[in-house]
C-alpha cells in the first residue's frame, strides 16, 4: 500500500457533515489512519472547505453552530498540505485535457499524480470525467468498508 493518499475537499465534508456516504468516508478515513497513509491535499484544500461549509450555513442547510462546530473539526483534522513545484502548471493541463470548466479540481489530479498516489474523491462528476484515463483515481461509492464487504 502506498504511504501516501490525496484527497478533495468532498470526503473532509463528509467527515464533519452528515450527508449521505458519511459513513463509508469515515470507515475510509480511519483505515487510512490506522494504516499510518499520510493524508495530503493542495494548499487550496482548506479554501474549499471553508467555501462549501459557509455555503451549506447560508442555504440554511446548516445551523450557524453547525456550522462552525464542521468547521472547527474539519480545521482540527491531521493531514498535509502540499504545493510543489509545477503543480499549478499540471492541474491547467490536466483540466485542459478533460475540459474541466475549472481548473480546482485537477489541482488533486496533478498532486496526485505527481505523487504517484491514489486520488479519493466524492465527486462524481470528476469521477466520471476521469475514471477511463487515470485509474488511480478514485471514487468513494467504490469503497468497501470490512463490514460491508463481509455481508
Not at 15 to 22: F, G, H, P, R, T
Not at 54 to 82: D, N, Y
Not at 104 to 121: I, P
Amino acid at each position: 500500500m502506498n504511504s501516501l493518499v490525496c484527497v478533495d475537499a468532498s470526503i473532509l465534508i463528509k467527515l464533519v457533515v452528515e450527508e449521505e456516504q458519511s459513513d463509508r468516508a469515515s470507515a475510509l478515513w480511519d483505515s487510512w489512519v490506522d494504516d499510518g497513509v499520510e493524508i495530503v491535499a493542495p494548499t487550496l484544500f482548506f479554501y474549499e472547505v471553508t467555501a462549501t461549509l459557509r455555503k451549506k450555513v447560508h442555504r440554511q442547510l446548516l445551523t450557524l453552530a453547525e456550522g462552525k462546530e464542521a468547521f472547527a473539526a474539519a480545521l482540527a483534522v491531521g493531514m498535509t498540505l502540499m504545493a510543489p513545484s509545477g503543480l499549478h502548471e499540471r492541474a491547467w493541463e490536466l483540466a485542459a485535457r478533460f475540459n474541466r470548466p475549472t481548473a480546482y479540481d485537477s489541482h488533486y489530479l496533478a498532486l496526485a499524480e505527481m505523487l504517484g498516489c491514489e486520488f479519493w474523491t466524492a465527486d462524481q462528476r470528476l469521477f466520471n470525467a476521469v475514471r477511463d484515463e487515470l485509474g488511480w483515481v478514485r471514487w468513494l461509492r467504490e469503497y468497501q468498508p470490512m463490514a460491508e464487504a463481509e455481508d
